[in-house]
């Protein structure tokens, strides 16, 4: 039976991943019986019902274990074997493997014990942004992959989107200057703001309770917004930004070419403009965009151009490569499209920073 699912799946198109998800079975062995011949498979069965098992010894006991706790593992009765019985001569995917068999002949699937969840009631307008976090390896023009960063902010009761990239990871000064420029885009901010405990945020706990980075802190309490922390991968608590970083990637970042960072940014904010924020969301049956026209007006004003304690000073050349691209380093950053020109200097002046107070002023170019 399992032999003719995995083979009707796959003719359905799943993947082996997917066929060993939703029958509950490895991955292997998916694999395995994916590559039998109808004839090899009957051999193979008959193979087992005449073989000798290491095991076959402790066959009763294994099934009553197996039918008392559907949802024990394999690794689990490998450990029962010799606690119990003192078998310590037989190797773990040995059991792996006859466990698997005993649930198909006494059909005793694995019951994984799963969460339980209830609906979320709708936030009001200006409740809350969720924040957080995605990766993901994208083709480039010269054919290599590129790991890109990007963080995602969501209005949780409208669903309006904000996303920025990075092509390297996130520093703490990088998220403050993003929170600005979300802000901006949804022209103003929510009350609280909820995030996953991410190490850009806390940097320890002190008997249970979450500390923040300095930086971050003090970005907080000059906003005067409410942090909301919530573990990872929780619904419950930031479902919907989870949604928004599944749609970033599935959507607009598959199968997409990177060339460089701008371009890149500039193509997600058109992005967000005709399908993130303009398609009806499968929730709220309307459209993120227009319900955002009305949720605007119950943001609080951001007030003022938040001060960073960061300024450059003393200048470093570089040479603006063919592809727009300066090199630094071991790192590579690009520059705008056409900033390089056949026959011209193609110098780029680098600056070196100190630590004094400059005004962040230009969204989405990083520059001061």
Known sequence: MIYNEIHQLRSAGFSNSAIAKKLKISRNRV????????????????????????????HKEIVSWLKEHPDLTGAQIFDWLEERLGVNTIAENTVRNYVNELREIYHIPKQASERTFSAVPELPMGQQIQVDFGQRN???????????????????????KYVEFLDRPFRASDLIHMHENAFRHFGGMSREIVYDQD???IVSENSGDLIMTADFTKYQQTRKFQ?????????????????????????????????????WQESCMKWLERTGNKKVHHNIKKRPCEVHALEKQHLQKVSGTYIFEKV?????????QHDNVIRFGSNRYSVPRGTYRKGAPNIALMFRRITTTCTYACRNRGKF
């Open 199 to 201: 190490r850009l945020l």
């Open 138 to 160: 994208v083709l480039t023009t010269d054919g290599t992959m590129k790991r890109l960063y990007f963080i995602g902010f969501v209005l949780a009761h409208s669903r309006f």
């Open 227 to 263: 942090v909301y922390l919530c573990r990872k991968s929780d619904p419950q608590s930031k479902g919907k930004i989870e949604q928004v970083v599944k749609y970033v990637k599935n959507n607009f970042v598959k199968n997409r070419t990177f060339d460089n960072l701008i371009d």
């Open 31 to 58: 694999i395995d019986y994916g590559n039998m011949t109808p004839e090899g498979f009957c051999e193979f069965v008959l193979s087992l019902q005449n073989r000798n098992k290491k095991l076959d010894p402790y």
């Open 312 to 320: 450059f000073t003393s200048s470093i050349t570089r040479d603006i």
